[in-house]
């Protein structure tokens, strides 16, 4: 296996992750990412909300801010993530939930059918960030969406996330750049382009609903993109 095979992996991705619990929960606890503090985090929410589920699924939670959110407007929400740190997180924030609202379950786990629930929403917050494992995982959803449910991805926005480097999907070294705090190894990521973000939906059985790109306000810049999608 060559040095990129090992540093570049899905598994390498969910290892850093889990090296990173601690330092993650306390950035966003302390609103310490300017773009999530701007932007993101609103963004997702509204996105969320506009469509009036009653039940969502918040997968890749974290430490559940998110899922937390969802459950303020009136939502029956869950978060599921693969790191035992952040569901641990999660739980600590929200003592009252019932132990099925936070569940440690990976995209490997979700793809062989280890999720045995529908829902009217599902929603990955800058979550998807492995290669295989999230083309497994997303073939997997429609089967867990209710009657007219949908998926709402919100991503880096390609265009800006590429920077230099040439346009083309494939594996990228990660950075904790904008984020404060003792991290360790950063976690790579897939990057995709927008052609492959739409390839993938369309190979999972996802449609295309809508699509947003939220500006950071002081550089009028994408922050990132908003997918809304629904099953064939």
Same mark, same amino acid.
Do not use: K
């Given at each position: 296996?060559?040095? %990129?095979?090992?540093?570049?992996?899905?598994a390498?991705?969910?290892?850093?992750?889990?090296?990173?619990?601690?330092?993650?929960?306390?950035?966003?606890?302390? !609103?310490? =990412?300017?773009?999530?503090?701007?932007?993101?985090? @609103?963004?997702?929410?509204?996105?969320?909300?506009?469509?009036?589920? @009653?039940?969502?699924?918040?997968l890749?939670?974290?430490?559940? $801010?998110?899922?937390?959110?969802?459950?303020?407007?009136? =939502?029956?929400? @869950?978060?599921?993530?693969?790191?035992?740190?952040? #569901?641990?997180?999660?739980?600590?924030?929200? &003592?009252?939930?019932?132990? !099925?609202?936070?569940?440690?379950?990976?995209?490997e %786990? =979700?793809?062989?059918?280890?999720?045995?629930? @529908?829902?009217?929403? #599902?929603?990955?917050?800058?979550?998807?960030?492995?290669g295989?494992?999230v083309?497994?995982?997303?073939?997997?959803?429609?089967?867990h969406?209710?009657?007219?449910?949908?998926?709402? #991805?919100?991503?880096?926005?390609?265009?800006?996330?590429?920077?230099?480097?040439?346009?083309?999907?494939?594996?990228?070294?990660?950075? $904790?750049?904008?984020?404060?705090?003792?991290?360790?190894?950063?976690? &790579? $990521?897939?990057?995709?382009?927008?052609?492959?973000?739409?390839?993938?939906? !369309?190979?999972?059985?996802?449609?295309?609903?809508?699509?947003?790109?939220?500006?950071?306000?002081?550089?009028?810049?994408?922050?990132?993109? #908003?997918?809304?999608?629904?099953?064939?």
């Amino acid at each position: 296996m060559s040095g %990129d095979d090992v540093r570049h992996s899905d598994a390498r991705v969910l290892a850093a992750w889990r090296e990173n619990a601690a330092p993650w929960t306390r950035s966003v606890r302390t !609103q310490a =990412i300017e773009s999530r503090r701007l932007v993101t985090d @609103r963004a997702v929410v509204e996105a969320a909300t506009r469509l009036r589920p @009653r039940s969502a699924l918040d997968l890749g939670c974290g430490e559940g $801010w998110l899922t937390r959110a969802l459950l303020a407007h009136g =939502i029956d929400a @869950r978060g599921n993530d693969a790191v035992p740190a952040l #569901i641990e997180a999660a739980r600590r924030a929200d &003592p009252a939930a019932p132990p !099925q609202r936070y569940a440690c379950l990976s995209y490997e %786990d =979700i793809a062989a059918g280890a999720l045995d629930a @529908r829902f009217d929403l #599902i929603v990955c917050n800058f979550s998807l960030l492995g290669g295989a494992a999230v083309d497994a995982l997303l073939a997997a959803l429609p089967a867990h969406l209710n009657e007219g449910g949908h998926v709402l #991805i919100q991503t880096l926005h390609p265009p800006t996330a590429n920077a230099d480097a040439p346009y083309r999907d494939g594996w990228r070294d990660g950075s $904790w750049a904008g984020c404060e705090g003792d991290f360790g190894e950063p976690a &790579p $990521w897939y990057f995709r382009t927008l052609g492959g973000w739409l390839a993938l939906l !369309q190979r999972s059985g996802l449609t295309l609903r809508a699509l947003e790109e939220p500006l950071h306000p002081p550089t009028q810049r994408p922050a990132s993109l #908003i997918l809304l999608a629904a099953a064939h």
